[in-house]
T-cell receptor, first 113, second 116 residues
């Protein structure tokens, strides 16, 4: 039972444009969400997070939006850069400080120069 | 630099042997660490929670006798894959959170295990 889903396994975006990665979840107990970037054979690198009391969190080129009623979150990267090419995972936990994460299946983002 | 370090990064072992993977928190103490597993092109799946000074908590479907976890100090957790089989070949990653730094969760670099 995949509680966190990323329905797009891959996404290609032109350099300079906006990349939008989507994530859906089914467990209503989740209330803290994180996005990670991962290269092959490396551990995930934290990008940005959001708690359910917010609907938006921004950090530089990265913005995460949360629609709690739809159980949906998205990561926006703008402008996209070639170095952003990687696999992106969204993850969820039942509360901030709970280090047990449930990961989505990942979306491979390719930025086209 | 890395704040959570795993060793070895790659290991090849023969079927039936055991292999140990270490996870260290470098700049902070972690009473709890987590072990994940990732099959190629799949999600990271939580295997177990490693608790310093007590038994690990395993997720449903994970064999505790096969995946032995020891968290003997506040900076080291080890995962031992016992009597390894080819289907145990996978990417194993640990995580720990620095409670002194806003609970940021850090991941190790991961360990590729190939059982031949």
């Amino acid at each position: 039972d995949q509680q966190v889903k990323q329905n797009s396994p891959s996404l290609s975006v032109q350099e300079g444009r906006i990349s939008i990665l989507n994530c859906d979840y089914t467990n209503s107990m989740f209330d803290y969400f994180l996005w990670y970037k991962k290269y092959p054979a490396e551990g995930p690198t934290f990008l940005i997070s959001i708690s359910s009391i917010k609907d938006k969190n921004e950090d530089g080129r990265f913005t995460v939006f949360l629609n709690k009623s739809a159980k949906h979150l998205s990561l926006h990267i703008v402008p996209s850069q070639p170095g952003d090419s990687a696999v992106y995972f969204c993850a969820a936990s039942e509360n901030f400080g709970n280090e047990k994460l449930t990961f989505g299946t990942g979306t491979r983002l390719t930025i086209i120069p | 630099g890395a704040v959570v370090s795993q060793h070895p990064s790659r290991v090849i072992c023969k079927s039936g042997t055991s292999v140990k993977i270490e996870c260290r928190s470098l700049d902070f103490q972690a009473t709890t660490m987590f072990w994940y597993r990732q099959f190629p092109k799949k999600s990271l799946m939580l295997m177990a929670t490693s608790n310093e000074g007590s038994k690990a908590t395993y997720e449903q479907g994970v064999e505790k006798d096969k995946f032995l976890i020891n968290h003997a100090s506040l900076t080291l957790s080890t995962l031992t894959v016992t009597s390894a089989h080819p289907e145990d070949s996978s990417f194993y990653i640990c995580s720990a959170s620095n409670r002194g730094s806003g609970n940021t969760i850090y991941f190790g670099e991961g360990s590729w295990l190939t059982v031949v």
